[in-house]
């Protein structure tokens, strides 16, 4: 078990037959019966899936049992923000500038389809191995109606598709990337203070 929540457990899973690990958020059904617990999950589970940023956790699949729905996400090693602050005491100032740049960059791309995530705190910002943050748990995202135009401007059909993010935004996401590649930014993000 990597993880406990409100409603249920998150799992490190491993999928049959390779060695690619996944993480599982396994819910009970039982706790359906509540309606604003449906609201919660289907929210959760339709937002996970329409995200693609590499600062957001998405959904890998979903399925269910009788009892439990099982949410499989990419697993990410470095456990959560809260973990490491608590861990460091006091992070750098190198390392709290791309972790601020990191949260910029994915909350911006939420905005752009239309979600508030309303539940940012440190225990829902994972790390992944390379120390890049990657925000979860969209339980209590409010989805704004209407909210999805730069989904549909990307995904046109006109030969431009893909414009949007191709070349500007993943252009900052690589310079952040480039620039925690360099031994000083590595070291930002994995050292202490
Ligand atoms: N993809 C993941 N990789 C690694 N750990 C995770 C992942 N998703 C969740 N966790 C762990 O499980 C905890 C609970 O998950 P979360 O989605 O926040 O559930 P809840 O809505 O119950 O708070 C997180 O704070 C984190 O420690
Ligand atoms: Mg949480």
Redesign the pocket.
Known sequence: M???????K?LLVRLRGTERRF?M?VIEKSLLAKPSFVAYMKTERDVMARLNHPFL?RLSMAFQSRERLFLV????KG??LFTRLRRAGLLMEAAVRIYAAEMILAIEHLHEHGIIHRDLKP??I?LDDEGHICI??Y?LCKVLPGGNKKKDRDSGEDGRAGAGTGTGEGSIVDAIKMQVALPSGADALHGSA
Do not use: C, H, I, S
């Not at 990597?2 to 249920?8: E, I, W």
């Not at 996400?73 to 990410?76: G, K, T, V, W």
């Open positions: 990597v993880g406990r929540g409100a409603y249920g998150v993480a958020k956790v996400m990419p697993f990410l456990g959560e225990e829902n994972l979860t748990d339980g």
